[in-house]
């Protein structure tokens, strides 16, 4: 197993957030196969920069690309780049410490994205946030916004970023969605779970809950929708508490503007609804909503990776059940699985069904010989060392975790994610190494 990263656990570590313990915990799982004695983990080697796809797959029988979706979809609204609109993807990195987002001091950043200082500056200056968006994601980032610092100690969140968190005094989030209530991409669990953070009221217009003849027709078709519209009736229902912190649900609203001169001040929204071809078209109606933050959280698109068959349309991989689809035929020995196969959907255990899928036709490629082993031990290894790259294995992880457990004890947690990559390769070394 080869990743980019310095650690191992992508998404789990780096997409799932940190007060979703119980989630996180499938790490246990993953780091039982990853002992195993038949797996290798190579982290810190990035395809595509040290090892070009040609060279990788000359150096093994089969490849699995399962890299994801590595970039976040535009509303192509204008005001979309002013200061202070944020993509989801990178709160979701900030907040789970990626060094990606969390530069070692001294490094120059060459990327597009925001980076630590500015989310910290962002959001410790934010009181009125909008996310856009009615997915899990959407609902990850509403949690994590209006959480209070207290609420969110016992997770394993860097340092810095709950020092950032510590700073903050968002007190409202406005939930967009373009569609109605029917319509969500919410699962149940994960929306009742907003419901539960004590000094928050969660507000929702009962008006936006009576159903059109087609939400109704979703709701008796779809056991979600039908949770879904439980929990928004019981909030919609409820007295406000007077709470000092809000999340608020907007339906069949989106944005047609992000307001502001050179920073967000507001959102210029609208009513909508679906026409007779079952697009969200405007229906009149625009307000303003007063805004210094706006997280666009619609969804995520996969990326091409060189030398790695590419579908502009879909951002995926072209295959068949998993194996590779390269100029028109299948690609003997490479195989996809996970977001960067089916898209940017499901939850984490839809990704066990879509590996078992892709790890079938691989075997059943094994056993008709149409993959075969080639005895290419070690090949790997020598190319990586030529070009004088030492990848982190297991033995590295186990003292990066062993550093993240005694820093969270030092504060009474268990554990404090490591963010820069500095301080997570510092933690790899052994006091061999440190003495060699
Ligand atoms: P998602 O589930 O696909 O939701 C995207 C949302 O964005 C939809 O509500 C969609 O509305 C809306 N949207 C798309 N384009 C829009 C536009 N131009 N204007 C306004 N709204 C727009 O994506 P996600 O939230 O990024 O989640 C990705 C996957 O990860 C999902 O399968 C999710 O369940 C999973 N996930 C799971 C968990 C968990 O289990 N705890 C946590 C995080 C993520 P329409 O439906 O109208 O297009």
Redesign the pocket.
């Known amino acids: 197993m080869i990743d980019r990263l310095p650690v191992p656990f992508g998404l789990v570590r780096y997409g799932?957030?940190p007060d979703?313990e119980s989630?996180r915990s499938i790490r246990n799982t993953l780091e039982r196969t990853l002992e195993k004695s038949c797996v290798r983990f190579y982290g810190d080697v990035s395809i595509g920069v040290d090892l070009s796809i040609a060279e990788l797959r000359e150096s093994v029988d089969a490849v699995i690309y399962a890299y994801g979706a590595g970039t976040d979809?535009r509303?192509?609204i204008p005001g979309e780049q002013l200061w202070g609109s944020i993509a989801?993807a990178e709160l979701v990195a900030w907040y789970c410490g990626n060094p990606d987002v969390h530069p070692d001091a001294g490094q120059f950043s060459t990327s597009d994205h925001l980076m630590a200082a500015d989310i910290d500056e962002l959001i410790t200056s934010s009181q009125h946030a909008v996310v856009?968006?009615?997915?899990?994601?959407?609902l990850?980032i509403a949690r994590i916004l209006i959480k209070s610092v207290d609420q969110l100690t016992d997770t394993d969140m860097a340092a810095q970023v709950l020092d950032s968190l510590s700073r903050k005094s968002i007190t409202d989030v406005h939930v967009?969605?373009?569609?109605g209530p029917a319509?969500?991409?919410f699962?149940t669990k994960?929306l009742r779970e907003m419901g539960q953070i004590p000094g928050v009221d969660l507000v929702v217009d009962p008006a936006d809950l009576e159903l059109d003849s087609s939400s109704q027709a979703v709701v008796q078709q779809n056991k979600v929708a039908a949770r879904n519209m439980v929990v928004f009736q019981d909030w919609a229902g409820r007295p406000l508490s007077g709470a000092s912190k809000r999340i608020s649900f907007h339906f069949w609203t989106?944005p047609t503007m992000i307001m502001g001169s050179d920073q967000v001040t507001g959102v210029e929204i609208e009513r909508t609804m679906i026409n007779s071809e079952g697009y969200?078209v405007g229906a009149g109606g625009r307000q303003t909503l007063a805004a210094d933050l706006v997280v666009r959280?619609?969804?995520?698109r996969g990326l091409p990776l060189v030398g790695v068959p590419f579908d502009e349309n879909t951002g995926r991989v072209p295959h068949a059940e998993g194996r590779v689809i390269r100029d028109g035929g299948f690609s003997p020995g490479e195989y996809v699985t996970g977001w960067i196969k089916r898209g940017?959907?499901?939850?984490?255990g839809t990704n066990k069904s879509d590996a078992v899928e892709t790890v079938t036709s691989l075997l059943a490629d094994v056993h008709d010989g149409a993959v075969q082993a080639h005895g290419r031990s070690g090949k790997l290894d020598r190319l990586l060392a030529e070009r004088g790259i030492r990848p982190l294995g297991m033995t590295a992880w186990h003292r990066i975790n062993a550093a993240e457990i005694e820093l969270g004890a030092k504060h009474g947690r268990l554990r404090t994610t490591l963010a820069h990559r500095k301080e997570l390769l510092a933690a790899a070394k052994s006091d061999a190494d440190n003495l060699a």
Not at 132 to 138: I, Y
Not at 176 to 179: A, D, I, Q, V
Not at 297 to 300: K, N, T
């Open positions: 799932v957030a979703h989630i979809r509303l192509g989801a856009v968006g009615v997915g899990n994601v959407a990850d967009l969605g373009r569609r319509y969500t991409a699962t994960e989106r969200v959280s619609v969804g995520y940017p959907t499901g939850v984490i």
